[in-house]
């Protein structure tokens, strides 16, 4: 459907991590950003003036937009999958996985006809849809991805003192501007690195960054 913007959807948007670096990849986009929380949704804003940002649940506004884009990035909350909260079990009230994240999946497999991507954690269990693992995130999507998307060193590997300001100079962002409810650390923790963001957007637009050397080139 691609009539002069290429047209994205950026679902469970948060900062942005994810789409950073897109504009270098391509600059004739048109990015509709979905956040449930509204100081994330105003960072979001801030940072990405030129993005159409909506304070709605995303997983309905899939369902009734999916038609209108070219591709759909979708990073559905996380905590209810993750190894995390297994260990936690016995301090905490324990909650069901949260299914939307398959049903977005089974979704998007077969009703969108664009390009997708949907990327959550390793969980504690095996997925229940094979996915590709990549780093410390399983990423489903109907193009194939490069093994390696990104050869930073996430700062959550390694035993860092201020984890969150760790996380500001990986990402570049000031996280200390978000005045909301959410942990600080579990919002760093959970915005895509950028460059695998770029990688994995070059890929499905059939773009090739070359090894060691500045120039991409086409499939």
Known sequence: MVEGKYKILNLYACLG????KWNEVKEDIEVTAVEWDEELARLYQERFPNDKVIVAD???YLLDHYKEFDFIWSSPP????SRFNLSMKTKR??????????????FLEHYFNGKYVVENVIPFYT?????????RHLYWTNFNLPKVLS??????????????????EFHNYDFYKYKGEQHL?????NLVDYEAGKTIFQTLLGIE???????????
């Open 58 to 60: 995303a997983h309905q």
């Open 17 to 20: 991590g994810n789409r950073y």
């Open 209 to 219: 960054k070359q090894n060691n050397t500045n120039q991409i080139t086409m499939f």
């Open 78 to 81: 996380c905590p209810t999958h």
């Open 127 to 135: 997925p229940l849809i094979p996915a590709k693992e990549r780093n």
């Open 151 to 168: 050869n930073r060193k996430n700062p959550s590997m390694g035993n860092i003192k201020n984890e969150v300001q760790a996380f500001c």
């Open 185 to 189: 650390q579990k919002i760093a923790r």
């Open 93 to 106: 009230k324990m909650k069901y996985p949260d299914m939307k994240l398959y049903q977005e999946i089974i």
